[in-house]
Structure formats: structure tokens, C-alpha cells
């Protein structure tokens, strides 16, 4: 079914790539968009809050956005978190998302190993945070590594044997506040030694706002690491990867052009949509500014400073 | 000075890829090898040694060759320890070989920086063992980071402002044991935040015998988690970038020609030698099997199994 999914998405674009230059969002261009599109496919981080704080509007404008009989979803590349805990991020915040409108790397990754019929005898090493444990643990895999490996230490001594499951079939790697050299040599082992195991990269992005005020290193970070120790280039799950939206197109029965990606980043969001076949609106609430903006390469559709321009413009 | 070195090198050498298959080690090829150097420049981990063990025969053919007049000396991509201190490993194992016998990439790193006139106002981070910090502070640098920031955390909170020193103007990235989040975002900073920040990389082996039993992560592990988050590609200094060779050539008054490199690697012994001009001898003590030397690329000039061959077959 997935394949069938995948070829109708692909056929809807037949050249995903746009060089002509993004629109500034204005009341009659926003006005056509609502029009045009049956889904809001949101990122979170820089579109919906920084670190901990909701932007400006976002409420009022998600809730005018349902009461027009939008579609809702929530796409992120953050993996630390499960789509449980998402659920109750958006609940502490104010706003009532359910579980099923997000759509988060780190079920990605355990959705991947589901589709292509990953063995349930195997296990899954992660490198990264409980959201990518609970999601494989969730969908019936035996995962083991990530915050739990986060004190332990390999033993720097002659005659030292690194002793690591040989059933271990996939390492996950994303975003690890607690990466060491232990869950790097265990990671790299598996992958290097046992025969056919898969490299998964719930993401690659280089750096994300973990904190309000600054940008951090990423998920790119680690999967940097692990494809530096094992010459070997992973399987990205999250965006710009269109892995997810085959569960978003079965899920919610729409053709990819009748959707809105609107996201803070060019190389994962907009690229995302763009790869899918989806209109784009970029927002210069996160990481992305009108300076780097006007390098005509890889231009969204539309752009405007945040997400709650679309309630003040309609 | 170093500029005409250079220069005087490439012209040495039109063309450094080799086609030609190795030659297997024999009594005639051996002792033509031997008439036609002047100097044997020795990896050391899989050829001197395994872990903290020798390898069978090294003493006595180390005094072999001193015998005959060769000069030796010991280019290695580990950068954990600084030339004091693989002097001092040299002495454990019983082998009489003084500092200025011996490249390490720690060494390289402060070079690179001398060289380039790096200003001395500024300062240096390490991601990295104590090799690079003593190296870099017996050239006259400011370092820090390194293993004294192996214990510290950053904090992932809310509002959070990770601060690091804006003097920064080189991050010196290898292998380190003692890997985690706060090196990594403080090097990240410093390479996307101060203005002309250097990304250095003593080398970016994948993996290495840290243990004589098993190849664990190398500073290529480390190396690829900082280009992931900065997106930036590093210098190299260690092989199998010639930038050591420029010191290599102005200490000794040789040519390239006359030198012959003998390592474990194809990847970094075999292509430094190569890239240099020099005679390239493979030995299959260390991490290459027969069966990747098959590969017809990348080929050395000749191979055999242990350095000690040379003198059994002499």
C-alpha cells in the first residue's frame, strides 16, 4: 500500500525544485492559499514555539485555521521526544493537538523499521533521547542504548575486548544531550560488524533551538560522527526525507498539492514540501532570515515573518 | 621557506596515484628498496606496535637500518599523545627514538598553526586528548578544553546562554575518549560564531587499535560530528595531507624520492606516501588484509607482512 502511495505522490510532482522567487504573504495571496490547500502541514521549533515559549498568535490562528475546516498536522524533526510526549508539550503550552496530528522523527525512524519488515528478533541500538526508545518500544521492537548508556564509559585498556549484541539489525541515530564515546563505539560496532545492520538518521540538522536564546548542535551532529567512524551514509527518516509523508497521504486521504508545508527552515521544511509536491510558506520566526532568503536558490512559495500573519491578513 | 619546500616536493611528483600492482617483499626488491632510500618514515600503531604490545622483530630491525645509515622517522595520525610523551612509549618498549624522530599530528596541528602565523592574542579549543593541549602550549599557544572539559555539562534549560570565548580562533578537533555535548557545542560556537574561526583536524581516520584486540571510533569520528553541526569541512594535518612532509624535508635536506613510507593503511600511510612522492611499502600487520589489497586501487609499491621481513630478507 505504501508503494501505491508513494508513486501517486510522486506523480503529483513531476519537478519539485522551485527557482522563482518566494512571495511576500499579502491579504489577497494568503486569501488564494486557504483556497487552494484542505491541510497546514506545521514544524514546530521556530514556527510554533522557541524552546519552551509559544510565538506570538499561534492559538488564535490554529483555531481559526480548524474552524475553516483545515487539516492539522504537525511534522518535527526534534526526536527526543515521542508523539506522547509531544501531545502533552502542546497541552502545557495551552493547545489541544492530538497524538495522532504529530508526526515526529523518532516515530519516523520506528515506522521505517515497521514498513520495511525489520525481524522481531532483532534489536534496534539508539544513539539519542527516550522519545526514539518509546517509539520503537511503542511499535513492538526491543530497544536498548540511548539516555540509559549516557553514564557509562569504554574502558581505554591494552587487551580491552568491546563486547556488543551481534543481534543488534539497526542503529537509530538522532539528537543525544548525553553522547559519549561509549554509545559511539557501541553504535559503530554494530553497524561495522553485524552483517546487514541499517544505519537510520532520524534527521540531519546541523543545529536547532534547544534553548530561547541560541542555536545548539543537532541531530546532524551525532549522525556526523557515526558516518565518520564507519564510512558508511545513513537512512534519513525526517525531513527533507518524504518518508513520512506516505503516512500523512494514507492517513488523511489528500492529494500532496491540495497541502501547505510552512516551516522556519529551507533545507528540511521547504525542501520537504517541495519534494513532496506541496505548496510552501516559509516564516522568519526561526532560523532562517530575509537575508539568507534572498539567495534565489531553493525558494519557497510564500513567506511572511510568522504564522499568525495568516489570521491578521484573511 | 616552507612555500619553496612545497613547491620543490610537487614538482618531485607529476603523478602520486599508482596503477601498478604491489610487489610482494623479496630478497632482490628488498635489497634494491634499501640501495634506493635514504630514509624509512614508519606509521606506528599496526606497524611499531599493536595497542601497548610490539610487534615481533621491530628492535632489531630498527637497529638494522640505523646501521646502514637510514634515517627513521615516526609520522603518526594519533594525536592522543604529544612527541614527549611517544617518546616516552617508545623508551617503555625498549626502543631508543628521540622527539625530533617523531610526526604526530598533535605536532602537526601547532605547526599548521606557527606556520600560518596564527595570531597570539588569540586562542585555541580542543576536542581532543592532552597531546594537542601540550603541543599546542609548547608552541607558544593559549589551548584549552580537552580532557579538562570532560566532565562538564551543558545545561538544557529554558532561557539558557551558553557562553564561550569570542578570542577563540582555532578549534583543533581528534580523537577523544572523552567526547560529549558541552565540546561539541562550545567548538560549534566558536567555528559559526567568531568571525574567521579555524576548523583544524589533526586527521580523520574512522577507526584505530586503541585496544590490541579491536578497531574502535578514531578522530574521524569526531571530525564528522563537527562538520555535521557547522557544516563546514576541516583542514587536515595529519596524513594523508602532506603538510607534515614540508617539516619532514627541511629537517633532513632529503628528497622525497628517496623515502620510502611504510604503513598499515592504504587509505592514509600508502596515499601520504604517495602524495608525497615518496617509495610506499604496506605492511599487513595492521588494519589492511590481503584480500582489500586485491583492490586494484590505491596501490602500494611493494607489501609484505611485518616490518621485520626487511631484515630476514636482507
Redesign the interface.
Known sequence: MEQGLKEAMEATNPNPSSSAAAELLNGVNAKALLDSVDAFLFDCDGVIWK???LIDGIPETLEMLRSKGKKLVFVTNNSTKSRIQYANKFRTLGLSVSQDEIFSSSFAAAMYLKVNQFPPQKKVYVIGGEGIVQELQHAGFTAFGGPEDGEKR?Q???????EHDKDVGAVVVGL??????YK??YG??CI?ENPGCLFIATN?D??GH?????????A????????????REPIVVGKPSTFMMDFLLQKFNLSTCRMCMVGDRLDTDILFGQNAGCKTLLVLSGVTTKSILDDPSNQPDYYTNKVSDLLSLI
Not at 156 to 162: H, P, R
Open positions: 524552546g519552551d515559549k569504554a581505554w585498556k591494552s587487551n580491552c575486548l568491546f543525544d544531550p548525553d553522547i559519549n564515546y559511539l563505539q559503530t560496532l561495522r540531519r546541523s543545529v534547544m534553548t530561547d536564546l541560541q542555536e545548539w548542535p543537532g546532524g551532529c551525532m549522525v556526523g560522527a557515526i558516518c565518520g567512524s564507519t564510512e
